[in-house]
T-cell receptor, first 117, second 114 residues
Framework: GAVVSQHPSRVICKSGTSVKIECRSLDFQATTMFWYRQFPKQSLMLMATSNEGSKATYEQGVEKDKFLINHASLTLSTLTVTSAHPEDSSFYIC?????????????FGSGTRLTVV | AQSVTQLDSQVPVFEEAPVELRCNYSSSVSVYLFWYVQYPNQGLQLLLKYLSGSTLVKGINGFEAEFNKSQTSFHLRKPSVHISDTAEYFCAVSLSSNTGKLIFGQGTTLQVKP
């Protein structure tokens, strides 16, 4: 079946630094990638949607200059949290979808626990 | 706009008992419906999905769900739960004709007790 590999699983960084999270589709072409944020005991909030080769579409209230998304290939998307602050600490999850979701639908990565100190 | 409501934030149940996790959605157009399970500090795993066809959908780990268009519901059921089913469950909806954004419900914590 479809597999999405997300790295790192955990990262601790100092306030003011940047962190990059990678999401790779291992055995299918991810034409669309979704990035979510999840606070403890809460649901997943969609941050942005990206199609390969295009600029990401951000949800209302998400700072595009702070959460940089790159989807340069059909198997790799990255989320960079720039100038991270403690309030950015959260669980970030990516989700990949093949063309129209016809074959694999949505496949989720295992998530990244970001702690900003 | 679409929305998903999971009516129960927590559902405690004894091992080997049946369970139903409720999900209602709101949409003026056709939707796809999903149930996902999340274990602590992990991503989401698909349990089952409804795209079209038979309204009774069978998924992994013995779960099933029934799509009821008139009641706009997609409740998840399992006839006999195990301790290992303890997890967070999310119902989600996407429009059948858009870019495919998944809208999630608030989640239901299933607590299976011995």
């Amino acid at each position: 079946g479809a597999v999405v590999s997300q790295h790192p699983s955990r990262v601790i960084c100092k306030s003011g630094t940047s962190v990059k999270i990678e999401c790779r589709s291992l055995d299918f072409q991810a034409t669309t990638m979704f990035w979510y944020r999840q606070f403890p005991k809460q649901s997943l909030m969609l941050m942005a949607t990206s199609n390969e080769g295009s600029k990401a579409t951000y949800e209302q209230g998400v700072e595009k200059d702070k959460f940089l998304i790159n989807h340069a290939s059909l198997t790799l998307s990255t989320l960079t949290v720039t100038s991270a602050h403690p309030e950015d600490s959260s669980f970030y999850i990516c989700s990949a979808r093949d063309q129209g979701g016809r074959i694999y639908g949505y496949t989720f990565g295992s998530g990244t626990r970001l702690t900003v100190v | 706009a679409q929305s998903v409501t999971q009516l129960d934030s927590q559902v405690p149940v004894f091992e080997e008992a049946p369970v139903e996790l409720r999900c209602n959605y709101s949409s003026s157009v056709s939707v796809y419906l999903f149930w996902y399970v999340q274990y602590p500090n992990q991503g989401l795993q698909l349990l089952l999905k409804y795209l079209s066809g038979s309204t009774l959908v069978k998924g992994i780990n013995g779960f099933e769900a029934e799509f009821n268009k008139s009641q706009t519901s997609f409740h998840l059921r399992k006839p006999s739960v195990h301790i290992s089913d303890t997890a967070e469950y999310f119902c989600a909806v996407s429009l059948s004709s858009n870019t495919g954004k998944l809208i999630f419900g608030q989640g239901t914590t299933l607590q299976v007790k011995p």
